[in-house]
């Protein structure tokens, strides 16, 4: 197979691991590949001078737009750690509308989806984003259709990726799909990541947003909920804490949060169950009968549902280890 050109976009502000993690895990895929069918991958930005990333590391574009006029196999747009607020240099917005025409295959990592829909790529496309900015890219992209939960989404040549580590995932599901489930897998050990995370986003974000006021009704019943997890609750014994009607508590806690009293619950009693799952080796049935789950057979069922592993999976991949 012939030498694959890929060009990742980079800008000032930009997130560094949105270009490094890609990078990486192509360069790292070469080792195991002959060098008639290796990676090479170039910056792109406006200009030649050094774009300062957001972390303070200073990046050289080895080409400008101007200059990168020939066809590429991959192009990515990295992001930055909050979305652009203001509308995207004319030079770069003007390059990523010719993403089409200029590579097999484009896209974007984490907050770079918004200057692809800013170009309008997403129209009528499955992207994803940071789990933290997916709310803020469909309501600025309405035709685009979020998945808000995945770590990466393909819709024929447009490729998008979650937040930040996000890019490495993406960039090993490309090796994989070009060279093989074991191509990747040795560049996953190498990079002492795994091959292929289980389940989405919702395993990393926090669950629970705290309401804009923090005395309010509302707060208060969330504080109530998370200080008894454990316990049963139904709308009537929510109501009676704050001395509302249940069908008044139901309403202004669906307007003031977006969710339902039961959804809060349930969201709380997975948070609870992280954290003792993070945090001690307690027997599954223990934590989820602490957690107001009743058995673990119901905690493992909700668990899949909402994260898509299982109790002993999360636990595997994020139990902290505890000092010696």
Known sequence: MPVQAVAIVVYEGVQALDVAGPMD?????NTFLDSSDRYETVLVAADRNPVRASNGIRLLADLTFEEAT???DIILVAGTPTPPEAEPDPHL????KELPWRSSLYGSICTGAFFLGSAGLLDDRRVTTHWQDAQALAA??????VEPDLIYVRDGRLITAAGVTAGI???LALVGQRHGAETALKVAKRLVVVAQR???QSQFSPYLTAPADPESPIARI???VMTNVGDRHSLESLAAVVGMSARNLARHFVQATGITPHEFIERARIDAARMMLEGSDRPLKAVAFDCGF???????IVFTARLGVSPIQYRASFRRATPE
């Open 70 to 72: 020939g066809g590429f």
């Open 93 to 96: 917005l003007q390059w990523v």
């Open 222 to 224: 969330q504080d109530h």
């Open 169 to 171: 995932d993406l960039g």
């Open 198 to 200: 289980q389940g989405g």
């Open 294 to 300: 009743g058995s673990a057979d119901r905690m493992r």
């Open 25 to 29: 895990v192509f360069s790292e895929a």
């Open 140 to 145: 600025r992209f309405p035709r685009a259709k």
